[in-house]
């Protein structure tokens, strides 16, 4: 029988480090959401287009455009967050998180940093038969992509993609729960199974 209640690990001693050590790992994943179309935009999201060939204005940051939240994407986190056993929170805020980058046109990615959807949920991760360890899932929030840079068409110049622009993805974060290489490898394999 499994014991559902989280415990704090005991301490795992790495190779070679002191015993005074402890391995600590929490997670951010990102996990593309399954859309035709992107977060705020009704451009494709299809994969191996050709070059800037799937990009809305809103997408290119146009002057006057404004965003419009595909509800299908809202969808998916909230689906997402059931089968993380998490809290689906009523209110949820959109932020600018402003940094530059040649494939950011905005100069800002729209996520969720302080109101995210989804808060307060769980994986349990079997590492044997009656062993298993319970990751605690702090947040899922929505995010747009980036689009790439892509540096290896010409010695002297670098070009810019934008078809993944505005493509959105969950932004999975795990507490700090995690003590081993082998744990991180099983969470990971699960929150994959259970996403797809």
Same mark, same amino acid.
């Given at each position: 029988?499994?014991?559902?209640?989280?415990?704090?690990?005991?301490?795992?001693?790495?190779?070679?480090?002191?015993?005074?050590?402890?391995? *600590?790992?929490?997670?951010?994943?990102?996990?593309?959401?399954?859309?035709?179309?992107?977060?705020?935009?009704?451009?494709?999201?299809?994969?191996?287009?050709?070059?800037?060939?799937? *990009?809305?204005?809103? $997408?290119?940051?146009?002057?006057?455009?404004?965003?419009?939240?595909?509800?299908?994407?809202?969808?998916?986190?909230? @689906?997402?967050?059931?089968?993380?056993?998490?809290?689906?929170?009523?209110?949820?805020?959109? =932020?600018?998180?402003?940094?530059?980058?040649? =494939?950011?046109?905005?100069?800002?990615?729209?996520?969720?940093?302080?109101?995210?959807?989804?808060?307060?949920?769980?994986?349990?991760?079997?590492?044997?038969?009656? *062993?298993?360890?319970?990751?605690?899932?702090?947040?899922?929030?929505?995010?747009?992509?980036?689009?790439?840079?892509?540096?290896?068409?010409?010695?002297?110049?670098?070009?810019? =993609?934008?078809?993944?622009?505005? *493509?959105?993805?969950?932004?999975?974060?795990?507490?700090? $729960?995690?003590?081993?290489?082998?744990?991180?490898?099983?969470?990971?394999?699960?929150?994959?199974?259970?996403? @797809?």
């Amino acid at each position: 029988m499994l014991d559902l209640t989280y415990t704090s690990p005991k301490p795992k001693v790495i190779a070679g480090a002191r015993d005074d050590w402890e391995l *600590v790992i929490g997670m951010e994943i990102h996990a593309q959401v399954s859309s035709n179309a992107k977060l705020f935009s009704g451009a494709s999201t299809q994969v191996g287009a050709e070059p800037n060939s799937n *990009v809305a204005f809103v $997408d290119a940051a146009m002057p006057g455009m404004l965003p419009v939240i595909n509800e299908f994407c809202i969808e998916q986190a909230v @689906r997402s967050g059931l089968g993380l056993k998490a809290k689906i929170n009523l209110v949820s805020a959109f =932020d600018r998180k402003n940094y530059f980058y040649p =494939d950011l046109p905005q100069g800002y990615q729209i996520s969720q940093l302080y109101h995210p959807i989804v808060s307060e949920g769980e994986v349990l991760v079997e590492m044997g038969p009656g *062993v298993a360890r319970l990751v605690r899932i702090e947040r899922i929030h929505l995010e747009q992509d980036a689009g790439k840079s892509i540096h290896d068409m010409d010695p002297t110049m670098s070009f810019v =993609d934008f078809n993944r622009t505005g *493509v959105a993805l969950m932004e999975i974060v795990s507490r700090p $729960d995690i003590r081993g290489p082998e744990e991180a490898a099983a969470y990971v394999t699960k929150l994959r199974q259970i996403l @797809r």
